[in-house]
């Protein structure tokens, strides 16, 4: 039945949060609708006193029953009162326990759903507790870590890092990250720590098991890296006529001066100026066109990624001489702007020789169609809030609009015989290098290709 302010003593008592005292229940207004439900137990008096929980709800009524009609005495008033505290207490404690309950089952529910492992250690790193959905997937067994501390079961590198970690989450309060590695190098496996301070002196690591992503990860790396190094074969085939007319002036001049000093020697009297001459012009020839081979070895190498301080000027630089004859047979104009003063980034030279090349030789390119007058290359550095740019400005028709950002994902391309790869490899490595490149056209003509990286931290 709902409670209200006529409803009975009880009803009327909950509705009211205050003692309700009926003493004749067949003369008092708020028994009306109710007399005839008591009438058969002789009860003719009802005094009923609210049942309120520690922060002053109603959580029932406490009532006692008369045979005679009269008011409760004294003595009668104080123990209900009592009574109706302890049912409160009871109540209270009853609604407690079962929302405990309640939250265990949820709290056991979804550790039944997480896969990470759950480790409760000391402040001194002595085992406590744990959790894992399939005890017989951890490392060890129970069994072989419960009581132990950190150093006794784990490597000493991994041991000093959970270490240093559970001391920072117990000073700080703030969570933790580590990474980690355990197994030989076939079954080697990766992890990952999220470490917190668990109450006042123990720790919760929190395991998971990122093998399978670290792995993806070195694949995709491993893919990247072959693309990579394709593109810059392809990138150098472009170049193979201008390459091989770069060799050959060296050797031309090699062959011409080493025949000159053929002739020096044969004639009497023996000139030996000139003889010196044509050996040095030689030597100078041979260390030029070394100096070609050993750009195309470089470019055309496929070792791991190697990260050091390097200076975008001298990429840039290297660059343009790598491609130097490419330009002059297409009769391209070049300027540079570079930033005297560079730092430097930590990145791979070759990966960045590979994304500038790409960029002058996509800018050639759009500027095929343009009279040679007109064929402008721009080349600038500089650096801005703790980056290091580079920009590759041309003078060709420029990218619509709406392709802008398009550009860079792989098989689009504008060229006519284009596979759409060279611009979406050169991303993946400016942000493997932790850069960004972007594209803009030109207010007047072309299209401008900018890259940015972090500068190196001393």
Known sequence: MAIGPRAGSCGTAMYLAKPVIVADIFEDPLWED?????????????????????????????????NEPRPPHREELHLMNIAAHLAGIA???????????????????MLRAIPDWMFVTSADGTFLDYHARDPEKLLAPPSAFMGKKIPEILPPHVAEALTRASARALESDQPEHIEYTLGADEQ???????????????????????????????????????????????MLGELSGALAHELSQPLAAILSNAQAAQRFLNRSPLDLTEV????????????????????????????????????????TREVLDLAHSDLLSRRMAVTTRLEPLMPRVLGDRIQLQQVILNL?????????????????????????????????????????ANQLDAVFQPFVTFKERGLGLGLAISRSIVIAHGGRIIAENNPDSGATFRCSFPVASD
């Not at 009438?39 to 008369?66: D, M, N």
Request: aromatic share 6%; glycine share 4%; proline share 3%.
């Open 188 to 234: 080697q496996g990766f992890y990952e720590a999220t470490v917190v301070r668990c109450g006042s002196d123990k720790v919760l690591s929190i395991v998971r098991d990122i093998t399978d992503r670290k792995q993806s990860e070195l694949e995709a790396n491993a893919q990247r890296r072959e693309l990579a190094h394709l593109s810059r074969v392809a």
């Open 91 to 109: 109540i209270e404690q009853r609604h407690a326990l079962q929302a405990l309950h309640q939250s265990e089952e949820r709290n056991r529910a």
């Open 34 to 66: 109710y007399r005839e439900t008591v009438r058969p137990f002789g009860f003719h008096a009802c005094w009923s006193v609210p049942i309120l929980s520690s922060q002053r709800t109603v959580l029932g009524s406490f009532a006692v029953y008369a």
């Open 276 to 315: 010196h001459a044509a050996l040095e012009d030689i030597v100078n020839n041979d260390k030029r066109a070394g100096a070609v081979i050993d750009r195309l070895r470089a470019l055309l190498k496929k070792d791991a990624s190697v990260l050091q301080p390097v200076n975008l000027n001298e990429v």
């Open 360 to 400: 002058v030789l996509n800018a050639c390119d759009a500027m095929a169609g343009v009279m040679p007058p007109d064929r402008h290359l721009t080349m600038a550095t500089n650096v801005f809030n703790g980056f290091v740019q580079v920009s590759v400005s041309d003078r060709g028709t420029g990218i619509p």
